[in-house]
C-alpha cells in the first residue's frame, strides 16, 4: 500500500464508505461485494486515520470488523465532520492559500504582480504570475478575496469586518456552537468555529443524525436547483439491492425525520404526475435540468397536500385517495394524562376526543396509513381498538400484535 | 462556492495553529501538535513537506521553525459561511444567543448575500407539535443565564415546575444545554450536589463533586432563576457520569432482514452507542447501551418496530415490553380485535 494517501479528490466514493460503516459497522472485508479488496483496505484505513478515536475493531469467525461506535450522548461535535476535512491539495495550494492571505491581511490592494513580487521579497517565495492569478481569481469566487478594478488594473484586497465582528461576539460563537450540532449544514458552522478557535463545551444536541452531514453535498445541489426553480436528474442507488436508477422531478423540499434517521427529497415528477419522495442517502449525483414554469403552483399544491401527509408517502395501499384511522386508547385518570399530551403532541394534526371516562379517541385522514403503523405500535398496551378505511392495515397492525404475543409467549389468560 | 474544498481541510487548520504561534518551535512541538489536531497518519506528510522546505512557511533557525506569517493572522470568512450565517438570521432561535442590534450589526454586515437556505426549504415532518417559545423574552433570558452559568461554571438557582406539576426549588451548575430535535425543546443537563456536601462548603468542594448528581431539566419549565456567584471549582468529568449511568446489561435485539428492517434499525438507533454482529445470513444481533433516563423512549423505540425486532436481553427491558404487550392483551383481548 505505497501509493496510499490519507486525502482525497473527491467525497461522493467515500461518503458511500462511510455511511456503511457507520450505520452496519458489521461488515467484514469479504462482506463490501462492490469493491476491490485493495480499495476495501485503503478506505478502511482512511476511515480508521480520519476517525480514530471513534473506531471499534471488533475479531469474528470470518475477518474483523470496523465499526464506528458513537454516543451522541457524548458528542461535542460531529465526528463525521472530518470527513468533510480531507480534500487533497497541491504544495504549491498550501503555501499561496497563507502567504496571500498573511501578505493581504492589512487591507492592502495589490494587483497579482505585486503581490507576486511581495511573496518573493517577504517571504522568499517564488511563483510565477499566471499561479499567483489562478489562485487569486479561485480565491475571489470562494470569497475570501475581493477584486475590483480600476480602469485596467486588477487589485485583490481581504474584507477580515464579519471574521473579526464574529470573534469580538460572544454570543456569536455560542450560536455557531450550537448549529453545528444541531442545523441544517452544520459542517459549516464547524468550519467558522475551528477558523475562530472556539469549539463548542456548552451544547449537546439529541436525535440529531450524524449521518446526515454526508449527504450536504447532494443537499446543497438540490437546494441551488430549487433557488432557481429548476427541474433536476437525480441519479440514485437503491439501498436495498443496489441497482443504479435515474428520474427527473422538480424538487419542491427537503424532508426530515427527527425519528427514523432518513432524509428525503419531495419531488414533482411530471410523467406520473405524482409528489414523490426519495431517500437522501440512495441519491449519488444532482444535474440541474430546465426551469420550471409551474414552480410556484406545485409548492402551493404541495402546501394544501401537507395536512394529509403522515411521513412521505402520497399514496396508500388500495384505490383511495385518502384514508381514515381511528385508534381508541384506554389512559387512566388523571395518572396517564400524559399519554393524552403525547396524542396531540404526535398526532400530526389528528384530533383527539375524550369519549368517557379513561378512553380517549383519535383520529385522523391521511394518504397512507400504513405509514402510521410504527407510531400506532408506541401506545401497545393502551389501544382498545383500531379502525382503518384502509383495511390492510388494521390486519398489518393486529397480525403483527399477535406475532408478538407468540413471540414474548403472552398467554391468552392473564 | 464549494463545500467540499481544501480550504476547510484539516492539513491547513493544523498548519494554521503551527503558522500563529508566536513561539519558534522544534520539531517535536510541531510533531506534538499534528498528533493532537491531525489526522492519525497526517505525521507522515506534513513534516517530510516542512523539514525539506516544500512547504515554505517557516524559517529556520538550526533546529527551530519561526512562522513567517503576521501574528494577526485570520482567515477571511467565504462566501459559503457568508451564506451560512445570513441563513442563521431566519432561525427562530438564533434569538437566544444575538439581540436585536447584534442581529441587525450582523444583517447589514451580510447585505447582499443570499441565504445557504430558507426555513421553509426543510420540513421536520414527525417533530413534535409543542416545542419550546424560542422567542419568548421571559424564555431568552433564561436561556442567556443557564448559557451564562454553564460557561464560567457557576450556580444557579431555579425554580421549577416538575411534569407531575409540583414546584422544587434546587441550586444546579448546568454542565451542558441539550436541544432535542425531535421535541424542539432545550433541556439542561445539571448537577445537583448532594444535599451534604453543599452544605459543607467550599472548601470541600472537590470531594462534593464526586457526589454530584446529574439531572436534566426542561429550560420550558424553569420559572425563575437567579445566577449565584459560587462556582464549581474543581471539574466534574460529565461523560464519565454519563456513561456510568448506563446499565451494566445493555439491551440485546435480534433482527431478522426482512422488509428492510435492518437498515431501518441501524439508522433509528444510530444515535445510540451500539455493536451489531451477524448471525447468520439472515439475522443480526445489536447491543445498544442506554441509562434509565433513555429507558421508556428506547422501549417505545423498539415496539414501534413490532414484531421485527426482538428483545433477547436485558431482563429488565424484556419485562417491560411484555408488561405492556400484557396489558394489551387484557385490555382488548384477540378475540375482540
Excluded at chain 1, 384511522?325 to 388523571?334: G, K, R, S, V, Y
Excluded at chain 2, 436481553?313 to 375482540?336: C, D, H, T, V
Aim: glycine share 4%; charged share 30%; proline share 3%.
Amino acid at each position: 500500500m505505497s501509493d496510499f494517501q490519507e486525502l482525497v479528490k473527491s467525497f461522493p466514493k467515500t461518503r458511500e464508505y462511510v455511511r456503511d460503516f457507520f450505520v452496519y459497522g458489521f461488515k467484514t472485508r469479504d462482506e463490501f461485494k462492490d469493491k476491490s479488496p485493495r480499495t476495501y483496505d485503503n478506505e478502511r484505513r482512511r476511515l480508521e486515520s480520519w476517525l480514530g478515536n471513534h473506531v471499534r475493531k471488533d475479531h469474528v469467525s470470518n475477518g474483523s470488523n470496523i465499526s464506528l461506535a458513537i454516543d451522541s450522548n457524548l458528542l461535542d461535535t460531529n465526528p463525521l465532520f472530518r470527513v468533510w476535512k480531507t480534500k487533497s491539495f497541491t504544495d504549491n495550494d498550501i503555501v499561496l492559500h497563507f502567504l496571500i492571505l498573511d501578505l493581504l491581511q492589512d487591507g492592502a490592494e495589490l494587483t497579482v504582480e505585486e503581490i507576486t513580487g511581495s511573496l518573493l521579497e517577504e517571504y522568499e517565495a517564488l511563483f510565477d504570475i499566471q499561479t499567483v492569478r489562478r489562485k487569486c481569481n479561485a480565491y475571489e469566487k470562494e470569497g475570501l478575496l475581493n477584486k475590483k478594478k480600476f480602469g485596467k488594473t486588477v487589485v485583490f484586497s481581504i474584507d477580515n469586518s464579519i471574521a473579526v465582528w464574529i470573534k469580538s461576539n460572544e454570543g456569536m460563537l455560542d450560536a455557531l456552537a450550537f448549529y453545528q450540532m444541531a442545523g441544517s449544514f452544520g459542517i459549516v458552522g464547524n468550519h467558522l468555529s475551528e477558523q475562530l478557535d472556539y469549539p463548542n463545551r456548552t451544547f449537546r444536541v439529541k436525535h440529531s443524525f450524524c449521518v446526515h452531514t454526508l449527504e450536504e453535498e447532494i443537499v446543497f445541489d438540490l437546494l441551488n436547483a430549487m433557488n432557481k426553480k429548476k427541474d433536476v436528474r437525480l441519479e440514485m442507488k437503491s439501498s436495498k439491492n443496489g441497482a443504479l436508477n435515474t428520474t427527473e422531478c422538480t424538487p419542491l423540499q427537503i424532508f426530515t425525520s427527527t425519528r427514523s434517521g432518513s432524509r428525503f427529497l419531495c419531488g414533482y415528477v411530471k410523467k406520473s404526475r405524482r409528489f414523490t419522495c426519495y431517500r437522501l442517502d440512495t441519491v449519488k449525483t444532482v444535474t440541474p435540468l430546465d426551469q420550471s414554469e409551474e414552480y410556484e403552483e406545485l409548492l402551493a399544491q404541495l402546501d394544501r397536500n401537507r395536512s394529509y401527509l403522515w411521513g412521505v408517502s402520497f399514496q396508500g395501499n388500495d384505490r383511495h385517495h385518502l384514508n381514515r384511522l381511528t385508534m381508541t386508547i384506554q389512559a387512566l385518570e388523571p395518572s396517564e394524562q400524559y399519554i393524552v399530551e403525547r396524542l396531540k403532541r404526535e398526532g400530526r394534526g389528528g384530533t383527539v376526543t375524550r369519549i368517557k371516562r379513561n378512553v380517549y379517541q383519535y383520529e385522523t385522514t391521511v394518504f397512507d396509513c400504513n405509514e402510521m403503523l410504527p407510531w400506532i405500535r408506541t401506545f401497545i398496551g393502551r389501544i382498545l381498538s383500531l379502525e382503518c378505511t384502509d383495511k390492510f392495515v388494521e390486519k398489518c397492525f393486529y397480525r403483527d400484535l399477535q406475532t408478538m404475543y407468540r413471540m414474548y409467549q403472552i398467554e391468552e389468560d392473564i | 462556492m464549494e463545500l467540499f474544498s481544501e480550504i476547510y481541510s484539516c492539513y491547513y487548520q493544523v498548519l494554521r495553529h503551527l503558522l500563529c504561534s508566536q513561539d519558534t518551535l522544534t520539531i517535536q512541538d510541531i510533531r506534538r501538535l499534528i498528533c493532537s489536531e491531525g489526522f492519525e497518519e497526517s505525521l507522515l506528510s506534513i513534516i517530510p513537506k516542512l523539514e525539506d522546505g516544500t512547504w515554505n512557511l517557516f524559517e529556520k533557525d538550526g533546529k527551530l521553525y519561526r512562522s513567517r506569517l503576521s501574528s494577526s493572522f485570520t482567515t477571511p470568512v467565504s462566501d459559503l459561511e457568508k451564506s451560512y450565517l445570513k441563513a442563521l438570521l431566519s432561525d427562530p432561535r438564533i434569538g437566544l444567543f444575538l439581540d436585536q442590534e447584534q442581529l441587525e450589526a450582523l444583517d447589514k454586515m451580510l447585505a447582499g448575500v443570499a441565504p445557504l437556505w430558507k426555513p421553509e426549504q426543510f420540513y421536520y415532518f414527525d417533530r413534535f407539535a409543542d416545542g419550546d417559545s424560542f422567542e419568548d423574552e421571559k424564555y431568552r433570558n433564561i436561556f442567556r443565564t443557564l448559557l451564562q452559568a454553564q460557561k464560567q461554571n457557576r450556580y444557579v438557582d431555579i425554580d421549577y415546575t416538575s411534569p407531575n406539576g409540583s414546584r422544587v426549588h434546587h441550586h444546579y451548575v448546568p454542565a451542558r444545554l441539550e436541544y432535542s430535535v425531535k421535541n424542539d425543546k432545550f433541556r439542561i443537563l445539571a448537577l445537583k450536589p448532594s444535599h451534604s456536601a453543599f452544605a459543607q462548603g467550599s472548601q470541600h468542594e472537590a470531594q462534593a463533586s464526586e457526589r454530584m448528581k446529574l439531572e436534566i431539566l426542561n429550560v420550558s419549565r424553569i420559572q425563575d432563576i437567579k445566577l449565584m456567584s459560587k462556582t464549581l471549582s474543581s471539574p466534574v468529568d460529565l461523560d464519565t457520569m454519563i456513561q456510568r449511568s448506563y446499565y451494566k446489561e445493555p439491551l440485546r435485539l435480534r433482527i431478522v432482514n426482512k422488509r428492510n428492517a435492518l437498515e431501518r434499525a441501524m439508522l433509528h438507533f444510530a444515535n445510540y452507542e451500539k455493536n451489531t454482529t451477524k448471525i447468520d445470513e439472515d439475522t443480526y444481533e445489536c447491543l445498544i447501551y442506554y441509562n434509565q433516563s433513555m429507558e421508556t423512549e428506547l422501549l417505545i423505540e423498539v415496539m414501534s418496530f413490532g414484531p421485527m425486532l426482538t428483545v433477547i436481553e436485558n431482563e429488565r427491558f424484556l419485562n417491560n415490553l411484555k408488561a405492556r404487550l400484557k396489558r394489551q392483551r387484557r385490555i382488548a383481548p384477540p378475540a375482540e380485535l
